[in-house]
């Protein structure tokens, strides 16, 4: 069956485009004004941002603008376009000559698809690049602990400060001597001045041992220039991963390597950080196809009476995307605690405007 484009088409399609994309204008203006916009000017008086390097700054943070700008413009793009249709009687005219609500729902379903697809490779790609670009995360501790099958511990690594692959201050606790069966003793402490991470090993360089008899007391100090650690399989670059998405927020990792980390902590047994981590890794999926439940609901919202007030549409839509954002780190906190599992907590919100689209086009009796 041959796809066929009509004059209404290219129509709807044109004005909800052209809302939407002053809506989503709008929006970003808003959103960057106030402090963002001030602190930028500032800066830049103050001699700490070049004019130039001022225009890249708010360049970098557009694209985590236009992540909650896509669906708020969507649906306010929609909704301003059909309740301006109806005021004007142009919805009434549509249904008069046989088209239904489906049939007039199709271009602003196209738009919304194109919308969802903008939306997904802005939080894939966009987002974790500007961020890159933007944030420089200072030097930080961290403490990665090895284990065995049992889930003991074997090996502690504290790093007082790290940058890349780069490491100072680091101390060893080595557990592997077995005291029993299931309990490990702290036998040997190693501390470096500093350190370098490769894929398949840590290089620990001016170390000082510190051998421990089962009392804890030392019975021998020595020096080593160098020493290697976290040799065994994949432990050294696992532990790097670990690391350096520690000190970093799920919008900077992109779909693939949040994946990853999401399966390496599922491993290590990092629990709460697992279930978060799935949870958002989730709402990179569910939260663009938002757009298509946004788009559905403004149309509805749209279709009013003539003499009907404008303002109860837009009322609800902004309570609706109050509700939607507001709510998202409840449920990102239901999701970490175990309360539910991550995909009840990050489906939950599409799932709630999809019932509340069928209450509105029931209500509407279209």
């Known amino acids: ?11 709807i ?3 909800v485009l052209i809302t939407t994309f002053v809506a989503i204008l709008l929006f970003t203006v808003v959103w960057i004004a106030p402090e963002m916009l001030l602190n930028t000017i500032k800066k830049t008086l103050e001699g700490v941002y070049t004019a130039k390097e001022a225009v890249w700054v708010l360049v970098l943070e557009l694209p985590k603008i236009l992540g909650k700008a896509f669906p708020v ?3 306010l793009g929609t909704l301003f376009t059909f309740d301006k249709l109806s005021k004007d009687s142009e919805l009434t005219i549509f249904r008069a000559v046989g088209l239904s609500f489906k049939r ?5 379903l196209v738009l919304s698809f194109i919308v969802t697809g903008m939306c997904f490779v802005t939080y894939d790609k966009l987002i974790p690049y500007s961020v890159a670009k933007r944030d420089k995360h200072p030097s930080t501790q961290y ?11 074997t090996l502690a ?3 007082s400060h790290f940058r890349d692959n780069y490491m100072e201050n680091i101390i060893v606790l080595d557990f592997s001597t077995k005291l029993y069966n299931d309990v490990h003793q702290l036998s040997d402490i190693y501390s470096a001045k500093t350190g370098t991470t490769y894929q398949d090993k840590w290089v620990l360089n ?6 421990i008899n089962s009392d804890g007391i030392f019975t021998n100090i020595e020096k080593i220039p160098a020493m290697n650690i976290l040799e065994e399989g994949t432990s050294a670059q696992d532990a790097y991963i670990l690391m350096t998405y520690s000190m970093k927020k799920e919008r900077e990792i992109t779909n693939a390597n949040l994946k990853k980390y999401i399966d390496l902590l599922k491993r290590e047994g990092l629990d709460e950080e697992y279930r978060y981590m799935l949870n958002k890794y989730l709402q990179r999926f569910f939260h663009p196809f938002v757009c298509v439940l946004l788009a559905i609901m403004g149309t509805l919202l749209g279709f009013s009476k003539p003499r009907e007030q404008r303002l109860i549409g837009f009322t609800i839509a902004i309570g609706c995307i109050f509700l939607y954002y507001i709510t998202l780190p409840f449920f990102d906190l239901l999701a970490e605690k175990g309360v539910l599992h991550p995909l009840i907590t990050a489906a939950f919100p599409p799932l709630a405007f999809l019932a509340a689209i069928i209450g509105f086009y029931k209500s509407k009796d279209l």
Do not use: C, E
């Open 13 to 15: 399609f044109n004005q």
């Open 1 to 11: 069956m041959k796809l066929r484009i009509s004059i209404y088409d290219k129509y």
């Open 206 to 211: 001016d170390v000082s041992h510190y051998k």
């Open 157 to 159: 690594v504290v790093i």
């Open 104 to 108: 007039i729902l199709a271009p602003v």
């Open 143 to 153: 403490i990665y602990t090895q284990k065995d099958k049992n889930n003991v511990p």
């Open 73 to 75: 413009g969507l649906l």
